[in-house]
């Protein structure tokens, strides 16, 4: 085991070793702070009876969508405002303005036009994706450096040529650090999706289900679940971002 | 005055024309003026220009920094349209960027993500020629240039040397007419600026292209360049012309050669009496 592991696993074990020794020697009550064992036995019946399996499914598939939806719209018009002066002008200021909105803002309104069942949640998570993409693929576009531009220019570059050749490729990495985002906030949003809108099927559904029948020890393990979904997000999109900017390690 | 020193060379100098006419575009400039607004004032960077440069020729252009040299060279490619006079690439009025002219700037200019050879092709993106006629095209550039073994490797990987020859490689692989060269070794260490003087003189010389070298080392003006314009800030203008040489044969230490860069010195305002080193001048012509 690597230094780095220990002391990264140093302050976990202790927090959970606190927490086990608070909830068995009565400092807190075990109803609202359920010992380690008990959330064991809510993850075991969970698994067995197949429920973790449909809410990860059901909350993946959900999220995934309102991914692709968001994060598409976002990137393209990103690029498209990047490329111009003029669309910079146009509409940056007002993409800088809708950022400021915390992104939960917008639940009331979205559930007015799409409802709160399954439409309203994939507008919602495809909102969440949408304001890290647009906002990066802009301004990776907009950064690219004047020399390429008139590179482009010398090289005599017609119709996409620039795109495709210098402005994609160039702004690769900030895209990608905005789909990555957009990743972990359209996890957000499913779950935030889930417990505001109407119950569905899925974590969030599940986590409802432990709040209203009092079973904290069903929501702490479902917890745990988001922790590590949102971790496998993360690592995923890291390797990906490695292999397509190779030339960046050579 | 003759610059021909020699019936034999004469005759050298006749054969590399008649192969060089065969490419390269005529290039004229007539009372060429450029004006940049600065902080609502109009600045002249430009005053004046006019010279024409024959099919073939290799011209050096040599001025302190900011006598407006590489703004010339962006008129020339088409990269700025905007200023007075006329310019003309083999008879037509420059409007915008054409395949017929190529530039190398003084950074290589490499696409990062792109291995070497997709850099050279690049440049051969709109060319009407099939797939495989590019890459024979491309693989022949970079043999010219000496990179056969460089080919797939990305700019990060190769030096700086190595990279502005794959940049010479990228302006030479569309077959321009007009070859733009803005202080192309400017950021090479000395070695390898003397070692790409010689192929870059073996490579124009051999391709037979119209090419123009904006340089601040006169020596290397001399050294490249059939005529040297020397050019003087405040605004830009032309001071002289100077006549080197038809040839291209030379040699660094001919004292014609040393006799002519004395001059152009001279003409910049550094006395040839005081000249010890390249390093020494080159200083001295960028505090001017």
Known sequence: ?250 | MSYFRSVSQMDDVMAELSIARKKGHELSLARVGKEFGVADRAVTVLSDIGFDVRPGEFLSIVGASGCGKSTLLRLILGLDTVYDGEIRVGGERVLRPGADRAIVFQEHRLLPWLTAEANVAVALRRSPLSKAERREKVAGLLHLVGLDHAAQAYPAQLSGGMAQRVAIARALVSDPRLLLLDEPLGALDALTRLRLQDELKRIVADEGITTVLVTHDVEEAVYLGNRVIVMQPNPGRIAEIVPISESYARDRSDPFFIARRDEILTQLGVGHSTVKGLSEVEARIDAA
């Open chain 1, 1 to 250: 085991m690597s230094r780095s592991f220990v002391q990264a696993a140093l302050a976990p074990v202790i927090l959970l070793i606190l927490w086990e020794a608070a909830s068995h020697s009565g400092l807190v009550d075990p109803r609202f702070l359920p010992p380690l064992e008990q959330v064991w036995i809510a993850g075991r019946a969970e698994w067995a009876s197949g429920d973790l399996a449909a809410a990860i499914r059901a909350s993946l598939a959900r999220d995934i969508l309102g991914f692709i939806v968001g994060s598409t719209i976002g990137t393209v018009l990103g690029v498209v405002i990047g490329l111009s002066k003029t669309t910079q002008r146009l509409l940056g200021p007002m993409l800088v303005v809708h950022r400021q909105i915390a992104l939960f803002a917008w639940i009331p309104l979205l559930s007015a036009w799409f409802g709160g069942g399954e439409v309203g949640k994939i507008a919602f998570i495809a909102m969440a994706a949408f304001q890290p993409t647009v906002v990066n693929s802009w301004r990776g576009v907009a950064n690219i450096p004047q020399q390429y531009r008139e590179l482009s220019m010398a090289l005599a570059f017609r119709g996409l040529d620039f795109l495709t050749l210098i402005a994609l490729p160039g702004s690769l990495a900030e895209i990608f650090a905005g789909l990555r985002a957009a990743l972990i906030y359209a996890w957000m949003a499913t779950i935030g999706a889930e417990l505001l809108l109407d119950v569905a099927p899925g974590l969030g559904g599940r986590m409802d289900e432990g709040q209203h029948l009092f079973e904290m020890n069903l929501l702490v393990f479902y917890l745990i679940v988001l922790a590590i979904v949102g971790g496998l997000f993360t690592l995923a999109t890291g390797r990906l971002e490695t292999r397509l900017a190779r030339w960046r390690a050579a």
